[in-house]
């Protein structure tokens, strides 16, 4: 396994005694094979989901295995639900592994819904929130006036016995200042700095630790130190620590919009759905809707579960997980997924994936693991950041060295201000926000318009792609051929040949075939049983009905049955020349009818490869199909470069050809045919009609047949790459030149040497401005790209 | 001047040797269920020595508000988690060749290793 996912990892409600839907209407008492069970202690509930448990019978075999641990109380399960209630004070993990030796696959139970868990995010941020604007006003109050007072009224300064006086409370102020308002920062650098390792904290700890601890030696032992640098910063320590405090806070804030995305996604989950059980329509909690169910959906609501309609007919709003604005027809047969909303019938569907199985469930998931994973171009960053703090911390000695040694008097004073900016002013964060917030933000734009991307990686390489491969059928076509032109060769009707001609293909599971039974359908004609079906390899199908010889296929066929086609010659050819496949039936051994099949263009392929070679992609079209209905296609789109009669392992090669003259290839098609393509090219982009779609196939997975997707997948790639660029040259300047400006460079120069407390203001504004120029990207629109 | 100085480079030494040189020793073996606390800016315990080529499953519990704290990334892995306030979160680590796998947060300022052996 190289990929965990949120299926892996899971929330542990671990509260006693919860109750729990799952488990409603287990009994606890009396589990009689419970080998230890200690009623003294109090008992916790675990809920965990079984994997692999097929059969009635693994229920016993499961709790037995729980039974046994020591520490369990009982162990219940639901085979329905596929859950198991444990009662026992027990770590999950151990419940997890004997599960596991019993043969099964376990994992903890998500107790609550995303929903909940977004809310009680949204209420702890809200708390945190609260309680650093707390922290930063009472650091304020001190600092402010301090500082006020410094920059008018009077020096702060230690001359007199009074003024140590004064200058000792401020300093016992200031100490309280630090432990009510700043304490996370000294916890967390003493943590850190115990584990050998350096951190934010650390570089606040110090900075403001550096100018309180010499104000106080001011104040204490003035006479250690030359007059002229008997100089207070207890405003410094103060304003520091308010400054800071109030960053972190609107951080908090502006993080809370990156994931605005994945928010909306989680809201299209419904909460009840209307079952019909024992005929009656009952709304119940989803997460109690069990496969097969049958569901009843009324104009305007949600649809609560992935399906298939059994009864109704209606359009689908599928715009807010496909991106494809215009509603879906649906009938019986037709596949419903959850999060849509059904907009005018009313229809009865059966569910067919519930729970984390729903499409909408996985999407989530994916766009989640997305957001949080790293493109390549974080890596610079990361690795800066391991070494940056102590890189500061050994900066802020060399400056403050440099100014004993070389600066004017007071050098001690001058060394301390030196040293306590440099660590205060170096921002690591802002160097580590600056890739994820960006991905967090552009994950979740491409998800609202209907465009999944796997990972960090594929965001990255989506924005360089110079060359795109395009599949033909289903890709650029439709992918379901119609029957577009019929023509009658003798005295038999155009009903009695579609009665035929669909009869005999009726066996067949030719794509061809199919669009031929379909049509004879559409126009009410059923097919006749045939006897004596016979598939000729490459060439066609041949069968017998009441009596007559029914021979369909290509032109290879007929002329190897010797069967007269020169009527149909010159219309085959010009068939062709349309993109049209001819097909040629015979009925005993004579010429009956010609019938043209195409898969029609889909109706923005043309605008959509227009826009992507406007914006400098080359454009390749591979497909199996013949010479002459690859040429008619590619010049309808506007593809120069095609290939014709390609075989699936040989699209691999032509990714491998491509990638060897330096081109950075994209490739799309269906995600199942073209897997060997998919998996070569540098992105691999599985496109999907509706919302049916594998959607771990692929690096990017297009929820909408529309090639639109493509273009908008590489436009969001290339803003959100620009945007990370931006942070990125952002934090790294703001570092590289606020570092030596803080050590003093400009004082020989201009004179110029930074107070701390403006290093604080801009430490603390400097990763505020990364999340929000990422939360820019929300404003992107694909579509004018 | 000069004994200032040479403090001044002793310090710079001391940062060098406890923050890159110095290499922990004495993390025990760890099997069956590992809990990691996260709080007051580290994970608890930072360095966890855990069995080549076994899966292990390590609990995280946050009880950091700081939103740095928020996500789990073990890049070499390829596991990212997130982690709510105040839950208990089971990360499942797949059985891996033995070597060290940093685990942190997203800009790193959180940092533990993973000891496979």
Known sequence: ?785 | MLWVNLAGVALIAVIVWWFWIYKSVGVAMQEGVIEVVVKDGVYHPSKIKIPANKGTTITFERKDPSSCAETLVIPDLEINATLPLNKKVSVKIPASVPGRYDFHCQMKMYIGELIVE
Not at chain 1, 346 to 351: D, E, R
Not at chain 1, 528 to 544: C, D, P, Y
Not at chain 1, 649 to 674: C, F, P, R, S, Y
């Open chain 1, 1 to 785: 396994m190289s990929n965990a996912n949120n299926n892996d990892v899971s929330d542990t409600k671990h509260t006693c005694c919860q109750s729990k839907k799952t488990a409603q209407g287990l009994a606890l008492a009396g589990n009689e094979t419970a080998t230890f069970a200690n009623n003294d202690e109090k008992q916790t509930e675990h809920h965990l989901i079984i994997d692999g448990a097929s059969c009635a019978s693994c229920v016993s075999k499961i709790e037995k295995a729980l039974n046994t641990v020591q520490g369990v109380h009982s162990a219940q399960m639901n085979f329905a639900q596929r859950t198991v209630m444990v009662m026992g004070n027990v770590p999950d993990g151990i419940l997890i592994s004997a599960i596991e030796i019993a043969g099964y696959n376990a994992k903890v139970d998500t107790s609550e819904s995303e929903e909940e868990a977004i809310d009680e995010k949204d209420k702890a941020d809200a708390q945190y929130y609260k309680k650093l604007m707390r922290d930063m006003a009472i650091a304020l109050l001190l600092g402010v006036p301090l500082m006020i007072y410094g920059l008018t009224i009077g020096e702060m300064t230690v001359t007199t016995n009074t003024e140590r006086l004064v200058w000792f409370s401020v300093g016992l102020l200031t100490l309280g200042v630090m432990i009510f308002s700043g304490k996370h920062f000294y916890i967390g650098a003493w943590n850190s700095f115990k584990n050998h390792s350096a951190n934010m904290d650390t570089l606040i700890a110090l900075g403001t630790g550096t100018a309180w601890l010499y104000s106080m030696v001011v104040v204490a032992v003035p006479d250690l130190l030359p007059l002229m640098a008997r100089h207070v910063y207890f405003e410094a320590t103060a304003m520091i620590i308010g400054l800071i405090n109030l960053g972190l806070a609107l951080e908090v804030k502006a993080r809370g919009k990156t994931s605005e995305a994945i928010k909306r996604l989680i809201g299209l989950q419904s909460k009840t759905a209307r079952v019909i059980r024992d005929d009656k329509d009952i709304d119940i909690p989803i997460a109690d809707v069990l496969l097969d169910d049958l569901v009843r959906v009324r104009p305007g609501e949600r649809i609560s579960v992935d399906g298939v309609v059994i009864e109704g007919h209606t359009a689908v709003d599928e715009s807010m997980l496909t991106g494809e604005p215009m509603p879906v027809e649906k009938t019986g047969g037709d596949k419903v997924v959850a999060g849509t909303i059904n907009k005018s019938g009313s229809i009865i569907f059966k569910a067919t994936r519930v729970g984390k199985d729903t499409a909408l469930a996985q999407i989530i998931n994916m766009v989640k693991r997305a957001q949080n994973s790293k493109p390549p171009i974080g890596r610079m960053a990361d690795a800066i950041s391991a070494y940056f703090v102590p890189v500061i911390m050994i900066i802020a000695v060399i400056s403050a060295l440099a100014w004993l040694n070389f600066g004017p008097a007071p050098g001690i004073a001058f060394a301390i201000v030196s040293a306590t900016t440099v660590l205060i002013i170096a921002c690591p964060c802002a160097l580590g926000l600056a890739t994820p917030m960006s991905v967090m933000v552009g994950v979740g734009k491409a998800a609202e318009a209907g465009v999944l991307i796997r990972n960090g990686e594929a965001l990255q390489t989506a924005s360089k792609i110079t060359t795109m491969i395009l599949d033909k059928t289903g890709t650029i076509t439709v992918g379901a051929p119609k029957v577009t032109d019929v023509l009658v060769a003798n005295k038999l009707t155009r009903e009695a040949v579609l009665t035929m001609a669909s009869s005999i293909e009726a066996g067949s599971e030719h794509p061809l075939a199919m669009a031929i039974v379909e049509s004879a359908k559409e126009q009410g004609i059923q097919p006749l049983k045939v006897t004596g079906f016979t598939s000729i390899a490459g060439q066609g199908v041949e069968a017998t009905l009441d009596n007559n010889t029914l021979l369909f296929g290509n032109e290879k066929l007929m002329t190897e049955r010797g069967i007269n086609i020169d009527a149909f010659i010159e219309k085959a050819q010009a068939f062709a020349q349309e993109a049209k496949t001819p097909m040629y039936f015979a009925v005993n051994d004579e010429l009956a009818a010609i019938i043209a099949v195409a898969d029609p263009i889909k109706n923005d392929s043309i605008e959509a490869i227009k826009r992507l070679q406007h914006n400098g992609i080359r454009i390749v079209m591979l497909t199996g199909d013949n010479r002459l209905t690859a040429k008619a296609i590619a010049e309808k789109v506007g593809i120069t470069e095609y290939l014709a009669e390609v075989m699936p392992q040989d699209k691999a090669k032509k990714v491998a050809e491509l990638q060897g003259e330096g081109e950075i290839v994209g490739m799309t098609g269906d995600g199942i045919n073209d897997a060997p393509a998919l998996a070569h090219a540098n992105v691999g982009f599985a496109i999907g009609t509706g919302t049916d779609v594998a959607i771990e196939s692929a690096d990017i997975t297009l929820m909408r047949g529309s090639l639109h997707g493509l273009a908008d997948a590489i436009a969001v790639s290339k803003a959100t790459l620009t945007n990370i660029k931006q942070n990125l040259l952002g934090a790294f300047i703001y570092n590289v030149a606020g570092v030596p400006i803080a050590a003093g460079v400009l004082y020989p120069f201009f004179g110029l040497l930074l107070s701390p407390v403006i290093a604080g203001a801009a430490m603390a504004f400097s990763s505020l401005t990364v999340v929000t120029n990422a939360n820019r990207l929300r404003f992107f629109k694909a579509k004018d790209h």
